[in-house]
């Protein structure tokens, strides 16, 4: 069983950065592909980026290309969201996700172990 933290979310105004932090606790996260998705007020969650277990693999929403930025140090259990040029519609709740198959993929139902949430929001 994985546990994951999220930790990070915050006022920012637009333009600016923010980094997300995902922790994992109860097993190493060396083996699994990692994701971020997000659930902005009364909409339905959505994929932000992923990576795979090595690493070497990762994916982004089209939207957020050249933005935000995924990675990870399993030395530290933790996998990070760098994000930069915040825009107000960056504003959601942000999950951090784990996957047994290692991949990165964009389907949240591929995703076991879902951390709380922390909150983004961008103000003008």
């Known amino acids: 069983q994985v546990q994951l933290v999220e930790s990070g979310g915050g006022l920012v105004q637009a333009g600016g950065s923010l980094r997300l932090s995902c922790a994992a606790s109860?097993?190493?996260?060396?083996?699994?592909?990692m994701a971020w998705f997000r659930q902005p007020p009364e909409k339905e969650r959505e994929f932000v980026s992923a990576?795979?277990?090595?690493?070497?693999?990762?994916r982004y929403a089209d939207s957020l290309k050249g933005r935000f930025t995924i990675s990870r140090d399993d030395a530290k259990n933790t996998v990070y969201l760098q994000m930069n040029s915040l825009k107000l519609e960056d504003t959601a709740v942000y999950y951090c996700a784990a996957t047994h198959f290692g991949g990165i993929s964009a389907f949240d139902s591929e995703y076991a172990y879902w951390g709380q949430g922390t909150q983004v929001t961008v103000s003008s």
């Open positions: 990576i795979s277990w090595s690493g070497g693999g990762t």
């Open positions: 109860g097993r190493t996260l060396h083996s699994y592909g």
